[in-house]
């Protein structure tokens, strides 16, 4: 992969986030040529979704910064199809996210998303998280501030297969990272999503979804073990969801010819 020239920066938590503002400044080192297309508003939880069911609209809040009122994927869709269609971006960043998107974080992550959808236009395409904690002081972004450029650096300069997206997640103490390591998807054995039920005024009952974020006992040379130890992890991942390994006994129970 040549180095990029013309970068779009996204997010999901919204085209004024803090973390987009670093990501800006990290793009802004390696290239000149740098356009942030972003949601209005907050769109994390929102997976991969599209907008359908209604129009979509954008604003130019400066030159070449926009706003759209969609998902994240909306935005990757608008910049590189309509706003940016006369010259499309040769790389996606996307975050960085205020908390991490790890394990089975990657379903419902928005920033995860937009760099997927990068990587369905053919764009080479990463995505950046930070891990955020109440015992973070001060600059809650101070490991990606401290080795974003780094990293994406290294990983622009190495070549990845067609189809592929980059996850990089930071840990949350500046003191204590040990280094960075390239490591698995993992899963967690807790369960960690737990719905709170609340009554309104009327006597009427609602709910809240929330997530523990328990690490649990996570395996080795995984993602989740690399920020618990204190390492930036970097996982590839790719839009292929076949799993190879079922295919030959799926297909000798199945496959019939009518």
């Known amino acids: 992969m040549t180095v990029a020239r013309r970068i779009l920066v996204t997010n999901d938590d919204g085209v004024h986030a803090p973390g987009i503002k670093l ?12 356009w942030i297309v972003a949601p209005e508003e907050e769109q994390s939880g929102k997976g991969h979704a599209l907008t359908l069911q209604e129009p979509l609209r954008y604003r130019r809040i400066a030159e070449k910064f926009y706003a759209v009122r969609g998902t994240p994927t909306d935005c990757v869709m608008m910049a590189v199809h309509k706003i940016m269609a006369e010259q499309k971006p040769t790389l996606i960043l996307s975050g960085i ?5 790890l394990a ?17 236009c053919g764009i080479p395409s990463i ?23 780094e990293v994406l650096r290294n990983l622009i300069d190495v070549p990845w297969d067609e189809g592929v997206l980059i ?6 103490f500046q003191d204590r990272v040990k280094g960075v390591k390239t490591t698995h998807q993992g899963f967690r054995d807790d369960a960690e999503l737990f719905i709170n039920e609340r009554q309104d005024l009327r ?6 979804l929330g997530f523990r974020r328990q690490y649990g006992a996570p395996k080795p040379d995984t993602d989740l073990e690399a920020i ?25 129970k199945v496959n019939k010819e009518f």
Not at 23 to 34: M, Y
Not at 104 to 120: K, L, R, V
Request: charged share 20%; proline share 5%; net charge negative.
């Open 23 to 34: 990501l800006e400044e990290l793009a802004r080192a390696i290239s000149d040529d740098v």
């Open 97 to 101: 996210n205020r908390g991490c998107n």
């Open 104 to 120: 089975e974080d990657m379903t419902y992550s928005g920033t995860i998303s937009a760099a997927m959808e990068g990587a369905i």
């Open 127 to 149: 995505a950046l998280s930070q891990e955020v904690t109440r015992e973070s002081l001060g600059d809650p972004f101070a490991v990606a501030r401290q080795h974003g450029f």
């Open 167 to 172: 996850n990089v997640n930071f840990p949350p």
């Open 203 to 208: 006597g009427n009952n609602y709910y809240w």
């Open 228 to 252: 618990q130890d204190g390492y930036i992890s970097v996982t590839p991942l790719h839009l292929n969801l076949t799993h190879e390994k079922s295919l030959p006994t799926i297909r000798n």
